[in-house]
């Protein structure tokens, strides 16, 4: 089965700076999604950023962008110049390229402190 | 505006007493599916529906139901919550197949059971 590891509950960043959020992942396919997610305050989920597996480029949205290692079965997420917005939590999820369902880590709590 | 929509965004209940989570998509999604969000657990599936009178159980199926007799609609039935059952449930929709863009998420039902 596949399993997805968050092993920062809690990460905390200066406004501006650079925080990287740690994703591992356990899986025996070749052809998958990963995501990540963030929920702020409000509780919405909202689509960050998102890598197809067969893609060895990183995928970049703005500020946010990605570390995919598809040996080591890592996904990072780096954010660059952090805002208070960004403060939410981060959740890492991965879709098999023959399934339907998204598997979610446990989440990583961002504050981003003025 | 494409959407998930969910009610109700709270719900305070008493034991044994039936509740229904409604939930409608107006994106013409086959795929929906409902998450249930536990601290340090992240978000694990309750239920999926991949079309129209097709339903299956995900990984935390005891103690709901769900139906799909419209394409828009996918609603959770507690037939008889528990303290257990607290938690924040979300539902998500799909196009269909393995999405390499993710699901759409509902804005949540925070929901209390005492």
Known sequence: AQTVTQSQPEMSVQEAET????CTYDTSENNYYLFWYKQPPSRQMILVIRQEAYKQQNATENRFSVNFQKAAKSFSLKISDSQLGDTAM??????????????????TRLLVRP | EAQVTQNPRYLITVTGKK????CSQNMNH??????????GLGLRQIYYSMNVEVTDKGDVPEGYKVSRKEKRNFPLILES???????????ASSLGGANPYGYTFGSGTRLTVV
């Open chain 2, 19 to 22: 509740l229904t989570v409604t």
């Open chain 2, 30 to 39: 086959e795929y929906m599916s409902w998450y249930r969000q536990d601290p």
């Open chain 1, 19 to 22: 925080v990287t959020l740690s």
């Open chain 1, 90 to 107: 981060y959740f890492c999820a991965f879709l098999r390229g023959s399934s339907y369902k998204l598997i979610f880590g446990s989440g």
């Open chain 2, 81 to 91: 919550p528990s303290p257990n059952q607290t938690s924040l449930y979300f539902c």
